[in-house]
C-alpha cells in the first residue's frame, strides 16, 4: 500500500470513506445528505470532502476515457485497428453530441462540482463546530480543498466546452437545470475559488500526500491566468511558489514508488491495493472503490496496445534527448521485472513504430493489466517553468533571455543543449512549442496549448479537426433533452 495517501474512493454500498490510516469514517452518499445532519465533527467534513476527489477517478476523467479524449485530440496518438470506434472518434474529429464518453466528462465533472457544493454550501454549518472538536485551520482547509476541486473541475469544463452553466449551489429540488454562461464568468469563478483557496490551504510539507496544497492552487491559478493570457497575473502566481524543483531522473515523475516527489505539484492519485470493484461501472458518479486506471493496459505495446505514439510525435525529439528513451519503447529496449525481455513489436499492424513508456509498468512488470496505480501528474514543476517562460516571454517588456533560462532547465535534464540567447520573441515562441511537446507528451497538456496558442488547424492539418468547430467538445445530448434551459440552439457552433 502506499504510504501517506488519501483514499479518496466513496463506498457507497457500506456507507464508508477510508482514509489513508485506514480508519473507517462514516458516510452516507453525499447527494442525499442533509445539512442537519451532517459536518457535525472532522470526520464527516472531511468524508464529504473525499468524495470530490473520488470523481477524479471516473472512467469519464482520469480513469480511461481523459486520456483517450486529450491524447488522441492531440494527435499524440495513433490507433492500431482493435482501438473502440469511440475512442477512435477523436482521432478524424467525427464525434457528435450523443458520444457517451464525452457525456461522462461532463457529468463527471458537474457531479464533483456538486459535491463541492454541498461542502462550501455548508461553511457556516462547518465554522459552528466547536473549536474544540474540530480547529478552525481544519475547518478552513477542508472548505479551501473544496474550492481548490470545484475550480479544477471548472477548468475541466471551460477549456472543453466554452459557455456552460456555472452552478455553486445545490441543484434546485424540482430538477430544473440551470442555463449557460459566458466563459468570461466561469473563469471568475475559477479565479474566485483559487483565490479563496490559497490562503486556507497549506504547503505540501504539511499537507498529507494527495490533498490540495496551497502551492497546488497557486500552480493552477497561474495556469489559469497563462490561459487568460494575463501574463503578469500569472507570472506572479508561479514566482510564489516554493519547495518544487525538476526531478534528477525524468522518469521518476511516472514511476508507482516515486510518486509525490519533488517535482510533483498536485496528482490524480491511484492505489490498485486499495480496491477497484467499481472500474467498470464508476464512469461519472465515482462511487465505489475505483483505485486503478485502465491507462497502462490501453496503451502498453505487450497488451491490449490500443494506441501507440505517432510519427510526427517521435521525431519532435532531438538527437540524445533522454526523454525519448524514457517515454518510449522501440525495438531492441530492455523491459519487463529484471528487464529480462528485449521488445521486438515495431512497426505494429497499425503503423506504429514505438510503444508507450511513460506512465507504463513495464519497467517492472512483464505484462499490463486492468489495474495500474500509477497516478497521473496533472501539475508539476516543469510545467511550470516553461509556463514561466511564456510569460516571460510575451509580458509586456518580458526579457527573452530570461524566458530562455527557463527552457533551458528543463533542457538541462534532458540532457540536450542550451538554446542561445539572444532569440527573438517570435524564436522563444517557436522553442516553446517543441519544448512543451516533448517534456509533457502524453500528458494531456498539447491540445489544449495548440488550441490556445491558435495553430490548432495547422499542427492537425489533414485529421479532420475544424477550425471554429473542434476547439470545443459538443455539450452532451443528454443534457439538452434533460435540461428546460439549455436547448439545441445553446449546442456549440457546428455541432
Known amino acids: 500500500m502506499k504510504k501517506n495517501k488519501i483514499f479518496l474512493t466513496i463506498l457507497a454500498t457500506l456507507g464508508l470513506v477510508l482514509s489513508c490510516n485506514d480508519d473507517s469514517l462514516e458516510l452516507t452518499n453525499p447527494n442525499e445528505l442533509l445539512p442537519d445532519s451532517f459536518f457535525e465533527n472532522p470526520i464527516q467534513v472531511q468524508s464529504a470532502v473525499n468524495a470530490i476527489y473520488s470523481n477524479l477517478q471516473t472512467q469519464g476523467l482520469y480513469s480511461r476515457h481523459m486520456f483517450f479524449m486529450m491524447d488522441n485530440m492531440a494527435h499524440e496518438n495513433g490507433g492500431n485497428p482493435q482501438l473502440e470506434a469511440d475512442k477512435r472518434q477523436y482521432l478524424d474529429f467525427s464525434f457528435t453530441p450523443s458520444h457517451g464518453a464525452i457525456g461522462a466528462y461532463w457529468e463527471s465533472c458537474y457531479r464533483g462540482i456538486n459535491k463541492a457544493n454541498y461542502v462550501i454550501g455548508n461553511e457556516e454549518t462547518i465554522n459552528a463546530i466547536l473549536p474544540s472538536v474540530m480547529t478552525n485551520e481544519d475547518k478552513q482547509r477542508a472548505l479551501g480543498e473544496a474550492k481548490f476541486l470545484r475550480g479544477l473541475f471548472y477548468f ?17 429540488e424540482d430538477g430544473v437545470g440551470f442555463s449557460k454562461n459566458t466563459e468570461a464568468e466561469i473563469y471568475a469563478q475559477i479565479v474566485k475559488d483559487l483565490k479563496e483557496a490559497i490562503p ?36 506572479a502566481q508561479f514566482n510564489d511558489l516554493s519547495g518544487y524543483a525538476l526531478e534528477d531522473d525524468y522518469f521518476d515523475n511516472f514511476k508507482e514508488e ?3 516527489g519533488v517535482e510533483s505539484i498536485f496528482e490524480i492519485q491511484y492505489d490498485d491495493d ?12 465515482g462511487e465505489g472503490p475505483n483505485e486503478a486506471t485502465f491507462r497502462g493496459q490501453e496503451y502498453g505495446f505487450n497488451d491490449w496496445f490500443n494506441v501507440f505514439p505517432t510519427d510526427d510525435l ?3 525529439y532531438e538527437a540524445g534527448d533522454i526523454r525519448f528513451e524514457q517515454s518510449f519503447y522501440v525495438n531492441g529496449d530492455k523491459f519487463g521485472k529484471d528487464s529480462a525481455l528485449t521488445v521486438d513489436h ?38 511550470v517553468l516553461l509556463m514561466m517562460a511564456e510569460c516571460e516571454s510575451m509580458r509586456p517588456g518580458g526579457d527573452q ?8 532547465e528543463v533542457r538541462e535534464r534532458a540532457m540536450v543543449d542550451p538554446l542561445p540567447m539572444g532569440l527573438s520573441q517570435a524564436e522563444v515562441f517557436e522553442a516553446l512549442i517543441h519544448e512543451r511537446k516533448v517534456e509533457l507528451a502524453g500528458e494531456q497538456c498539447r491540445f489544449n496549448d495548440i488550441i490556445r496558442w491558435g495553430i490548432a488547424s495547422t499542427e492537425l492539418a489533414g485529421t479532420g479537426f475544424q477550425e471554429g468547430k473542434h476547439e470545443r467538445l459538443p455539450i452532451p445530448q443528454a443534457e439538452i433533452d434533460a435540461n428546460i434551459n439549455i436547448s439545441s440552439a445553446d449546442q456549440n457552433p457546428g455541432y
Do not use: C, H
Request: proline share 3%; hydrophobic share 35%.
Open 200 to 235: 486556507v490551504l497549506d504547503t505540501k510539507a504539511n499537507t498529507e500526500n494527495g490533498r490540495a496544497t496551497k502551492g497546488a492552487a497557486q500552480a493552477l491559478l497561474g495556469k489559469v491566468y497563462l490561459f487568460l493570457e494575463q501574463y503578469e497575473d500569472a507570472m
Open 258 to 260: 516515486t510518486e509525490f
Open 314 to 316: 517521435l521525431e519532435e
Open 156 to 172: 475541466f469544463i471551460v477549456t472543453r466546452f466554452g459557455d456552460a452553466p456555472l452552478i455553486t449551489t445545490l441543484p434546485p
Open 274 to 285: 486499495l480496491g477497484f470493484g467499481a472500474q467498470w461501472n464508476s464512469d461519472r458518479s
Open 401 to 408: 533571455d530570461v524566458a530562455v533560462g527557463y527552457i533551458n
Open 346 to 383: 515495431f512497426p505494429s499492424n497499425g503503423g506504429g513504430n514505438a510503444g508507450w513508456a511513460k506512465y507504463n509498468n513495464y519497467y517492472k512488470d512483464d505484462n499490463e493489466d486492468q489495474t495500474s496505480g500509477i497516478n497521473f501528474k496533472y501539475l508539476r514543476y516543469a510545467d
